[in-house]
């Protein structure tokens, strides 16, 4: 199982550098650890949506761990249910 933390800020700039780190765990089990995100952009989530459909597509879990409220609430703003980037149900 390999963890990546999430940075605080995923905007356009965190989104080339979160995809190179999450394609370099491809072909294990991942989780995400959410808990630090402050700050969110449309770019970031593109990212999750297409690792989680990756990593479904290969048959290996995906996980988001302790989501921040801020990525929480931009999931909801966009209209994007939590389990379209994770495996697992939002405990929050």
């Given amino acids: 199982m390999i963890i990546v ?3 605080e ?3 356009i700039r ?3 550098p979160l995809a190179a780190e999450l394609l370099h765990a491809r072909g294990n089990p991942l989780t995400i650890d959410a808990s630090d ?3 969110v952009g449309t770019q970031c989530i593109q990212v999750l949506l297409s690792a989680h459909a990756t990593w479904t597509a290969d048959g290996l ?3 988001v761990a302790h989501p921040s409220e801020t990525l929480l609430d931009a ?4 209209g994007i249910p939590f389990t379209k ?3 697992q149900e ?3």
């Fill in 5 to 7: 933390r999430l940075p």
């Fill in 9 to 11: 800020i995923l905007d």
């Fill in 14 to 16: 965190a989104a080339s």
């Fill in 37 to 39: 995100v402050a700050k």
């Fill in 61 to 63: 879990p995906l996980n």
């Fill in 75 to 78: 999931l909801e703003t966009l």
């Fill in 85 to 87: 980037i994770s495996e």
């Fill in 90 to 92: 939002s405990t929050k």
